[in-house]
Protein backbone atom coordinates (compact mmCIF):
# COMPACT_ATOMS: atom_id res chain seq x y z
CA UNK A 1 0.00 0.00 0.00
CA UNK A 2 1.24 3.42 -0.92
CA UNK A 3 0.05 5.37 2.13
CA UNK A 4 0.24 9.43 1.52
CA UNK A 5 -1.87 12.45 1.70
CA UNK A 6 -3.52 15.30 -0.13
CA UNK A 7 -1.29 18.26 -0.49
CA UNK A 8 -1.47 21.61 -2.12
CA UNK A 9 -0.16 22.46 -5.95
CA UNK A 10 0.44 25.58 -4.75
CA UNK A 11 3.40 27.80 -6.37
CA UNK A 12 3.99 24.76 -8.67
CA UNK A 13 3.08 21.13 -9.91
CA UNK A 14 6.88 20.07 -8.45
CA UNK A 15 6.21 21.78 -5.20
CA UNK A 16 3.49 19.10 -4.29
CA UNK A 17 6.33 16.81 -4.33
CA UNK A 18 8.45 18.77 -2.06
CA UNK A 19 5.39 18.87 -0.20
CA UNK A 20 4.71 15.20 -0.57
CA UNK A 21 8.19 14.10 0.61
CA UNK A 22 8.27 16.58 3.75
CA UNK A 23 5.55 14.13 5.04
CA UNK A 24 6.75 10.80 4.25
CA UNK A 25 4.18 10.62 1.67
CA UNK A 26 4.59 7.34 -0.87
CA UNK A 27 1.71 8.81 -2.90
CA UNK A 28 0.04 12.37 -3.06
CA UNK A 29 -3.01 13.52 -3.75
CA UNK A 30 -3.38 17.13 -5.70
CA UNK A 31 -6.27 19.54 -6.90
CA UNK A 32 -5.04 20.79 -10.83
CA UNK A 33 -6.44 23.81 -9.67
CA UNK A 34 -7.83 25.89 -7.02
CA UNK A 35 -10.83 24.33 -5.89
CA UNK A 36 -12.78 27.01 -5.34
CA UNK A 37 -12.66 28.64 -8.95
CA UNK A 38 -13.62 27.11 -12.46
CA UNK A 39 -10.62 28.61 -14.36
CA UNK A 40 -7.90 26.47 -14.95
CA UNK A 41 -4.64 26.70 -14.18
CA UNK A 42 -2.38 26.84 -17.24
CA UNK A 43 0.08 24.11 -17.61
CA UNK A 44 2.84 23.39 -20.26
CA UNK A 45 4.95 20.63 -21.29
CA UNK A 46 7.72 22.59 -19.19
CA UNK A 47 5.89 22.56 -16.01
CA UNK A 48 5.07 18.48 -16.60
CA UNK A 49 8.78 18.25 -17.16
CA UNK A 50 9.52 19.69 -13.56
CA UNK A 51 6.87 17.67 -12.21
CA UNK A 52 8.25 14.56 -13.72
CA UNK A 53 11.94 15.20 -12.57
CA UNK A 54 10.81 16.13 -9.15
CA UNK A 55 9.19 13.06 -8.85
CA UNK A 56 11.37 10.54 -10.22
CA UNK A 57 14.27 12.14 -7.67
CA UNK A 58 11.73 11.50 -4.55
CA UNK A 59 10.02 8.07 -2.79
CA UNK A 60 6.75 8.96 -4.33
CA UNK A 61 5.21 6.50 -6.81
CA UNK A 62 1.62 7.20 -7.44
CA UNK A 63 -0.09 10.58 -7.67
CA UNK A 64 -3.82 11.14 -7.61
CA UNK A 65 -5.42 14.44 -9.13
CA UNK A 66 -8.43 15.19 -7.38
CA UNK A 67 -11.12 17.06 -10.03
CA UNK A 68 -12.56 20.19 -8.16
CA UNK A 69 -15.78 20.03 -6.12
CA UNK A 70 -17.66 22.44 -7.93
CA UNK A 71 -18.14 19.85 -10.69
CA UNK A 72 -21.60 18.75 -10.91
CA UNK A 73 -21.43 15.76 -14.07
CA UNK A 74 -25.16 15.05 -13.08
CA UNK A 75 -26.50 19.02 -12.87
CA UNK A 76 -29.85 19.57 -15.08
CA UNK A 77 -28.30 23.29 -15.71
CA UNK A 78 -26.73 23.09 -19.38
CA UNK A 79 -24.13 25.94 -18.25
CA UNK A 80 -22.76 23.93 -15.13
CA UNK A 81 -22.59 20.62 -17.33
CA UNK A 82 -20.57 22.55 -19.67
CA UNK A 83 -18.14 23.83 -17.30
CA UNK A 84 -18.03 20.63 -15.24
CA UNK A 85 -17.21 18.95 -18.64
CA UNK A 86 -14.17 21.62 -19.73
CA UNK A 87 -12.68 21.05 -15.99
CA UNK A 88 -12.88 17.50 -16.11
CA UNK A 89 -11.40 17.34 -19.63
CA UNK A 90 -8.36 19.80 -18.00
CA UNK A 91 -8.07 17.41 -14.96
CA UNK A 92 -7.74 14.64 -17.44
CA UNK A 93 -5.04 16.27 -19.50
CA UNK A 94 -3.09 17.54 -16.53
CA UNK A 95 -3.36 13.70 -15.64
CA UNK A 96 -1.93 12.50 -18.25
CA UNK A 97 0.83 15.03 -18.40
CA UNK A 98 2.29 13.92 -15.20
CA UNK A 99 1.66 10.21 -15.20
CA UNK A 100 -1.54 10.36 -12.50
CA UNK A 101 -2.63 6.75 -11.64
CA UNK A 102 -5.77 8.66 -11.94
CA UNK A 103 -8.24 11.46 -11.74
CA UNK A 104 -10.77 11.17 -8.98
CA UNK A 105 -14.21 12.40 -9.43
CA UNK A 106 -17.20 12.87 -7.15
CA UNK A 107 -20.05 11.76 -10.00
CA UNK A 108 -22.39 14.76 -8.96
CA UNK A 109 -25.66 15.06 -7.33
CA UNK A 110 -29.27 13.93 -8.25
CA UNK A 111 -30.15 17.16 -5.83
CA UNK A 112 -34.31 15.69 -5.52
CA UNK A 113 -34.73 14.76 -9.07
CA UNK A 114 -34.77 11.08 -10.56
CA UNK A 115 -31.64 9.34 -9.64
CA UNK A 116 -32.01 7.48 -12.45
CA UNK A 117 -32.15 10.30 -14.89
CA UNK A 118 -28.42 12.09 -12.85
CA UNK A 119 -27.14 8.85 -13.48
CA UNK A 120 -27.49 8.93 -17.42
CA UNK A 121 -26.48 12.97 -17.47
CA UNK A 122 -23.68 12.04 -15.24
CA UNK A 123 -22.67 8.96 -17.90
CA UNK A 124 -23.15 11.55 -20.70
CA UNK A 125 -20.93 14.28 -19.33
CA UNK A 126 -18.06 11.09 -18.05
CA UNK A 127 -18.23 9.31 -21.67
CA UNK A 128 -17.56 13.13 -23.34
CA UNK A 129 -14.59 13.88 -21.24
CA UNK A 130 -13.29 10.34 -21.85
CA UNK A 131 -13.33 10.75 -25.20
CA UNK A 132 -11.88 14.18 -25.70
CA UNK A 133 -8.46 12.27 -23.23
CA UNK A 134 -6.53 9.31 -24.17
CA UNK A 135 -4.62 8.00 -21.41
CA UNK A 136 -5.21 9.25 -17.91
CA UNK A 137 -7.66 6.92 -15.62
CA UNK A 138 -10.58 8.01 -14.08
CA UNK A 139 -12.10 6.89 -10.82
CA UNK A 140 -15.35 7.51 -9.19
CA UNK A 141 -15.51 8.15 -5.96
CA UNK A 142 -17.54 6.86 -3.28
CA UNK A 143 -20.09 9.43 -1.41
CA UNK A 144 -21.42 9.26 1.83
CA UNK A 145 -24.82 9.89 0.68
CA UNK A 146 -26.20 13.48 1.94
CA UNK A 147 -28.10 16.02 -1.08
CA UNK A 148 -28.85 13.09 -3.53
CA UNK A 149 -24.69 12.85 -4.31
CA UNK A 150 -24.74 9.89 -6.60
CA UNK A 151 -21.86 7.06 -6.03
CA UNK A 152 -23.28 6.03 -2.06
CA UNK A 153 -24.29 2.46 -3.10
CA UNK A 154 -22.07 0.14 -4.95
CA UNK A 155 -25.18 -0.32 -7.34
CA UNK A 156 -25.18 3.39 -7.76
CA UNK A 157 -21.50 2.91 -8.87
CA UNK A 158 -22.01 0.13 -11.00
CA UNK A 159 -24.64 1.95 -12.46
CA UNK A 160 -22.50 5.17 -13.11
CA UNK A 161 -19.85 2.80 -14.88
CA UNK A 162 -22.17 1.35 -17.15
CA UNK A 163 -23.78 5.21 -18.02
CA UNK A 164 -20.31 6.48 -18.53
CA UNK A 165 -19.84 3.57 -21.17
CA UNK A 166 -17.65 0.86 -19.23
CA UNK A 167 -14.66 2.26 -20.47
CA UNK A 168 -11.51 0.54 -18.80
CA UNK A 169 -9.81 4.07 -18.07
CA UNK A 170 -13.13 3.93 -15.60
CA UNK A 171 -12.29 2.62 -12.48
CA UNK A 172 -13.84 3.41 -8.51
CA UNK A 173 -11.56 4.87 -5.47
CA UNK A 174 -13.16 3.98 -2.23
CA UNK A 175 -13.29 6.37 0.51
CA UNK A 176 -13.25 4.43 4.00
CA UNK A 177 -15.48 7.43 6.14
CA UNK A 178 -17.44 7.93 2.91
CA UNK A 179 -18.28 3.53 3.30
CA UNK A 180 -18.79 4.01 7.16
CA UNK A 181 -21.72 7.06 6.38
CA UNK A 182 -23.47 5.23 3.62
CA UNK A 183 -23.82 1.91 5.96
CA UNK A 184 -20.99 -0.21 5.15
CA UNK A 185 -19.81 -1.35 8.35
CA UNK A 186 -16.00 -1.58 7.53
CA UNK A 187 -14.59 -1.51 11.29
CA UNK A 188 -13.71 -4.95 11.11
CA UNK A 189 -11.92 -7.62 9.09
CA UNK A 190 -15.34 -9.86 8.41
CA UNK A 191 -17.30 -6.52 8.33
CA UNK A 192 -14.67 -5.08 5.58
CA UNK A 193 -14.38 -8.20 3.96
CA UNK A 194 -17.83 -8.87 3.19
CA UNK A 195 -18.37 -4.95 2.09
CA UNK A 196 -15.21 -5.83 -0.19
CA UNK A 197 -17.18 -9.11 -1.71
CA UNK A 198 -20.09 -6.98 -2.69
CA UNK A 199 -18.31 -4.65 -3.88
CA UNK A 200 -16.48 -7.66 -5.99
CA UNK A 201 -19.78 -8.91 -7.20
CA UNK A 202 -21.07 -5.42 -8.06
CA UNK A 203 -18.57 -3.65 -9.36
CA UNK A 204 -15.70 -5.81 -9.48
CA UNK A 205 -12.56 -5.30 -7.77
CA UNK A 206 -10.69 -4.95 -10.81
CA UNK A 207 -12.09 -1.64 -11.23
CA UNK A 208 -10.25 -0.18 -7.67
CA UNK A 209 -7.77 1.72 -8.26
CA UNK A 210 -7.20 3.73 -5.18
CA UNK A 211 -8.50 4.55 -1.72
CA UNK A 212 -8.63 7.62 0.79
CA UNK A 213 -8.15 6.21 4.30
CA UNK A 214 -10.59 9.01 6.88
CA UNK A 215 -11.94 8.81 10.05
CA UNK A 216 -15.84 9.59 10.17
CA UNK A 217 -17.02 11.79 12.38
CA UNK A 218 -20.66 10.80 11.73
CA UNK A 219 -21.91 7.55 12.83
CA UNK A 220 -22.51 4.64 10.39
CA UNK A 221 -25.17 5.09 8.10
CA UNK A 222 -25.52 8.85 8.71
CA UNK A 223 -24.97 9.85 5.24
CA UNK A 224 -23.24 12.85 6.43
CA UNK A 225 -19.63 13.45 4.93
CA UNK A 226 -17.37 14.83 7.93
CA UNK A 227 -13.88 13.61 7.70
CA UNK A 228 -12.20 12.99 10.87
CA UNK A 229 -8.15 12.39 12.33
CA UNK A 230 -7.34 8.73 12.26
CA UNK A 231 -8.64 7.31 15.44
CA UNK A 232 -11.11 10.14 16.07
CA UNK A 233 -13.94 9.00 14.42
CA UNK A 234 -16.60 6.72 14.60
CA UNK A 235 -13.45 4.16 12.37
CA UNK A 236 -11.45 4.43 15.59
CA UNK A 237 -8.13 3.10 15.74
CA UNK A 238 -9.07 -0.42 15.29
CA UNK A 239 -11.43 0.40 12.03
CA UNK A 240 -9.00 2.34 10.96
CA UNK A 241 -6.15 0.09 10.99
CA UNK A 242 -8.42 -2.53 9.60
CA UNK A 243 -8.80 -0.62 6.58
CA UNK A 244 -5.61 0.04 6.19
CA UNK A 245 -4.31 -3.20 6.57
CA UNK A 246 -7.10 -5.29 4.17
CA UNK A 247 -4.89 -7.92 1.60
CA UNK A 248 -6.77 -6.75 -1.19
CA UNK A 249 -5.53 -3.42 -0.96
CA UNK A 250 -1.83 -3.97 -1.31
CA UNK A 251 -0.33 -2.10 -4.07
CA UNK A 252 -3.29 0.65 -4.43
CA UNK A 253 -2.28 4.50 -3.44
CA UNK A 254 -4.48 5.36 0.04
CA UNK A 255 -4.28 9.12 0.90
CA UNK A 256 -5.07 11.10 3.60
CA UNK A 257 -7.97 13.67 3.32
CA UNK A 258 -8.14 14.53 7.13
CA UNK A 259 -8.37 17.74 9.09
CA UNK A 260 -4.97 17.36 10.52
CA UNK A 261 -4.31 18.66 14.39
CA UNK A 262 -4.51 21.88 13.23
CA UNK A 263 -6.92 22.18 10.37
CA UNK A 264 -4.37 22.30 8.00
CA UNK A 265 -4.06 18.96 6.41
CA UNK A 266 -2.34 16.12 6.68
CA UNK A 267 0.92 16.11 8.99
CA UNK A 268 4.10 13.90 8.48
CA UNK A 269 2.78 12.60 12.00
CA UNK A 270 -0.18 11.78 10.69
CA UNK A 271 1.41 10.49 7.46
CA UNK A 272 3.64 8.10 9.54
CA UNK A 273 0.52 6.99 12.21
CA UNK A 274 -1.03 5.40 9.09
CA UNK A 275 1.72 3.32 8.63
CA UNK A 276 1.93 2.54 12.05
CA UNK A 277 -2.06 1.94 12.43
CA UNK A 278 -1.43 -1.03 9.03
CA UNK A 279 1.35 -2.70 10.68
CA UNK A 280 -0.89 -2.86 13.89
CA UNK A 281 -3.56 -4.27 11.47
CA UNK A 282 -1.33 -6.58 9.96
CA UNK A 283 -0.19 -8.40 13.05
CA UNK A 284 -4.09 -8.48 14.63
CA UNK A 285 -4.69 -10.29 11.41
CA UNK A 286 -1.81 -12.28 12.11
CA UNK A 287 -2.73 -13.45 15.57
CA UNK A 288 -6.16 -14.37 14.24
CA UNK A 289 -5.34 -16.66 11.59
CA UNK A 290 -2.72 -18.49 13.94
CA UNK A 291 -5.45 -19.03 16.28
CA UNK A 292 -7.99 -20.15 13.59
Known amino acids: ?17 ERGGQRGCRAIQIFNQSPRMWRPTAYDADDFDAFNEAMSASRIEAVLIHA ?4 NCATEDPEIAAKSLASLIQSLRVGEGIGSAGV ?20 KV ?10 CPL ?15 FAELSALLDAAGGDARLG ?14 IRTPPGLSETLDQFDS ?16 RPLGSNRDRHANLGDGELGERGCAVFLSEPRFQGLPCVLETPGPEGSGPTAE ?17 RASARG
Do not use: W
Open 104 to 123: VLHPGSAKTGDVGQAIARAG
Open 202 to 217: VVGLDRLGSLHINDSA
Open 126 to 135: IREALACTSD
Open 68 to 71: VYLL
Open 270 to 286: EVAFAGRLRKRGQAARR
Open 1 to 17: MLIGAHVSQAGGLPLAI
Open 139 to 153: ALENTAGAGGTLGRS
Open 172 to 185: VCLDSCHLLASGYD
